[in-house]
């Protein structure tokens, strides 16, 4: 089945610094791929979508400029949260999606935890 | 915009009984139907999904039927293992960019 990784599974990191998080479909081309953020103990958020080769588009309330989203390859997608914050602590999942050949069925990487001091 | 209505939790229940965990939305034009289960620490899973009314979804004993009439997909399990505690999202997809919109998800614990 369609694999999707992410890396890295955890990290924790200083306030002010930025944290890179890849997201890769191992067997298969994404032509879309998702960016969620998870509180504990609640839902997934949508955050962005992203398209190989244009700009991600964001969803309400989320700063463009504080989480980069990178599609470059139709199999990898990065999220950089810059000049992190304790409030930018959460589980980041992302998604891939490989377009009407699978139809468009959501793959979703393992997540990665972020913790900001 | 769409929306999922899902069945709070937490629930517990014990090994072999009964579960049911209720799923309403809200969409326009027809959307397709997932549940998802989530492992501590881990992303997401697809347990199950339905395209279509009327289409029943099923895996590992885990059942969930997509009723347009009632706009409902229960998930249901006729007899739960300790192994099945986890948290269960109900999702919906529809429109062009087929985005998922989920519930608030029901944590599951299965006592032995």
């Known amino acids: 089945g369609a694999v999707v990784s992410q890396h890295p599974s955890w990290v924790i990191c200083k306030s002010g610094t930025s944290v890179k998080i890849e997201c890769r479909s191992l067997?298969?081309?994404?032509?879309?791929m998702f960016w969620y953020r998870q509180f504990p103990k609640q839902s997934l958020m949508l955050m962005a979508t992203?398209?190989?080769?244009?700009?991600?588009?964001?969803e309400q309330g989320v700063e463009k400029d504080k989480f980069l989203i990178n599609h470059a390859s139709l199999t990898l997608s990065t999220l950089t949260v810059t000049s992190a914050h304790p409030e930018d602590s959460s589980f980041y999942i992302c998604?891939?999606?490989?377009?009407?050949?699978?139809?468009?069925?959501?793959?979703f990487g393992p997540g990665t935890r972020l913790t900001v001091l | 915009g769409d929306s999922v209505t899902q069945m709070e939790g937490p629930v517990t229940l014990s090994e072999e009984a009964f579960l049911t965990i209720n799923c309403t939305y809200t969409?326009?034009?027809?959307?397709?139907l997932f549940w998802y289960v989530q492992y501590p620490g881990e992303g997401l899973q697809l347990l199950l999904k339905?395209?279509?009314?009327?289409d029943k979804g099923s895996n590992k004993g885990f059942e969930a039927t997509y009723r347009k009439e009632t706009t409902s997909f229960h998930l249901e399990k006729g007899s739960v293992q300790v192994s099945d505690s986890a948290v269960y999202f109900c999702?919906?997809?529809?429109?062009?960019?087929?985005?998922?919109?989920f519930g608030s998800g029901t944590q599951l614990t299965v006592l032995p």
């Open positions: 998604s891939a999606q490989g377009g009407l050949a699978s139809n468009n069925e959501q793959f």
């Open positions: 067997d298969f081309q994404a032509t879309t």
């Open positions: 992203s398209n190989e080769g244009s700009k991600a588009t964001y």
């Open positions: 969409a326009t034009g027809y959307p397709s």
């Open positions: 339905a395209t279509k009314a009327d």
């Open positions: 999702g919906i997809s529809s429109g062009s960019a087929r985005q998922l919109t």
